[in-house]
RNA sequence: GGUCCUAUCGUCUAGAGGCCCAGGACGUGGCCCUCUCAAGGCCGAAACACGGGUUCGAAUCCCGUUAGGACCGCCA
């Protein structure tokens, strides 16, 4: 039987979480759900410099503002904790303690200098630049005094094959990378090892990661049967790129999910635009749990995509749409009352972040604040007219519908012989603060006849 | 420099040798509707990187070219 699929998703916490880390934590979680399985969360914080412990929060809470619940992680605990790379330093001694044991790795006393100097000269002679072995066979009494070695693993001279997911049969030679380090000088593990470690520890099954780590994967391969462990089952997903083509870095501010959460986009639009970022599940909204019955591995793509910020608008618009009043009013900090509630339906269509969503519902919110340009249109000599003849006509009807707003209108259409902008837009403006919106018969009903009096009253007094 | 990966409309993609003078979605252009912004309706422009093979037949298979990218660290 096969063994419970588990998957992980293990950021550095050394930024920003953005949309190209998401969609690979995405299809990891996906993977594990479809499979019955376990999503694991792994902090790779061993950069003591660059990793910050906010970060580590504020990936966190992206991913459960997505929804992305993990089984296992820094948090959540489990049973093959601690799942913070920095909290792990004794396993990676022990683990590479027992390589060297082996035969497996051995200790090399290099400085520095001489490394640098060999790199400089092997990329002179066009030759790949890799460590040469000099400490590979160093003998008790060749150990110089003092000096604190790292680790290398001795690197068996073979040929690596692997089935990936996506890519299909891919293969590597191993003479092709020299022995690396596994474990630092400063007793810190190397990325390639700590994580070959981790993995085997917790368990994971499948390994979904960028392309970026293909030609890491033969390396780790190695390091997995050092261990006497079959490797995993890697796939190896397109990397995102920004609309230039470039690879999407954490540079890339706007396509952090912070920072789209601040433009009022929603969770369900931003899985939705990221999900079809190399994947493709068909058309439509699709929730999480739809995600999972539809995920399948054989259906990613092979080429990187670039992530399109006006197909997530879309979207937005659409989850704003389907998402009904009061849980709008709840994301916009307002109120859930009966008449937000109607103002809240029948604003959300115009909208295509929250951003807009607040702006539009401000006029039926509480009172509204006309600036600098609209209230000197009001005070041109039209507007006045047409706002007085609009006092006249509400304050003639009962109670204010769709069914009367023509008849009102109609009438202050007479009265001042105003059509078209120079109509509407004192309307509009009086009533809304806003020169844009949604439709003024909807307006005048969800203000209600005393509101809309007292608006207009107050730019006649 | 070496190894490896990738290549269909602007973008995301459908396409597993004939169903494709390439389909959909987002975006975009025009028209209708209209007080605005949207929404909605209708119509349109828009792609198989290039060159060689294989085959009766190629977007699809093979090779090469070009272009982009990743990796080659005591970074992750």
């Not at 992980?8 to 998401?22: D, N, Q």
């Not at 910020?309 to 709840?330: Q, V």
């Not at 539009?360 to 009001?378: C, H, K, N, Q, Y």
């Not at 403006?429 to 307006?443: F, K, P, S, Y």
Request: include cysteine.
């Amino acid at each position: 039987m096969r063994p419970e699929a588990r998957t992980r998703f293990a950021p550095s916490p050394t930024g920003l979480l953005h949309v190209g880390s998401v969609r690979t934590a995405l299809f990891n979680y996906l993977f594990a759900k479809k499979n019955g399985g376990k999503f694991i969360l792994r902090i790779e914080d061993t950069d003591r410099i660059r990793s910050k412990r906010e970060f580590e929060n504020g990936i966190m809470e992206d991913l459960r503002w997505l929804g992305l619940r993990w089984d296992e992680g820094p948090d959540a605990g489990g049973e093959k904790g601690p799942y913070r790379q920095s909290e792990r330093i004794g396993i990676y001694t022990d683990t590479a303690g027992r390589l060297l044991e082996n035969g497996l790795a051995y200790r090399c006393y290099c400085t520095q200098e001489r490394l640098d100097a060999l790199k400089r000269e092997q990329l002179k002679a066009g030759s790949p630049p890799r460590y040469d072995g000099k400490c590979r066979t160093l003998s008790e009494k060749d150990v110089p005094a003092g000096v604190t070695p790292s680790i290398r693993f001795r690197v068996p001279e073979k040929r690596i094959t692997f089935d990936d997911g996506v890519h299909g049969t891919l293969s590597f030679d191993s003479r092709l990378f020299g022995d690396f380090v596994i474990i630092g000088s400063d007793c810190i593990a190397a990325y390639n090892f700590a994580v070959v470690a981790d993995d085997a520890l917790m368990g994971i099954t499948d390994i979904i990661r960028g392309d970026d780590h293909v030609s890491n994967t033969p390396r780790q391969i190695l390091l997995f049967e050092a261990m006497g462990l079959r490797p995993p089952a890697f796939t190896h997903i397109p990397l995102v790129l920004d609309r230039d083509g470039a690879p999407l870095g954490k540079r890339h501010a706007s396509a952090s999910i912070k920072g789209l959460r601040e433009e009022g986009f929603l969770p369900g639009a931003i899985l939705n635009a990221i999900a079809r970022l190399g994947w493709n599940p068909g058309e439509g909204r699709l929730g999480l749990d739809e995600m999972t019955g539809l995920f399948s591995v054989k259906r990613l793509s092979k080429s990187p995509s670039a992530f399109d910020m006006e197909r997530l608008k879309a979207f937005n618009k659409e989850e704003l749409a389907r998402t009904d009043g009061a849980a709008l009013l709840e994301l916009a900090g307002l109120p859930v009352e009966r008449g937000l509630l109607d103002a809240a339906s029948a604003v959300k269509r115009n909208a295509i972040t929250m951003k807009d969503f607040k702006t539009l519902i401000t006029p039926f919110a509480g009172d509204v604040e006309i600036s600098g340009d609209i209230r000197s249109m009001l005070m041109e000599p039209y507007a006045r007219k047409v706002l007085d003849a609009l006092r006249d006509s509400v304050f003639k009807a009962g109670l204010l519908d769709e069914m009367n707003y023509n008849e009102i209108i109609e009438s202050v259409k007479q009265a001042t012989g105003e059509k078209g902008k120079r109509l509407y837009l004192p309307v509009r403006g009086a009533l809304t603060g806003q020169t844009e919106g949604i439709e003024l018969a909807a307006i005048l009903k969800l203000l209600g006849r005393d509101r809309v009096l007292k608006r207009i009253s107050a730019f006649l007094a």
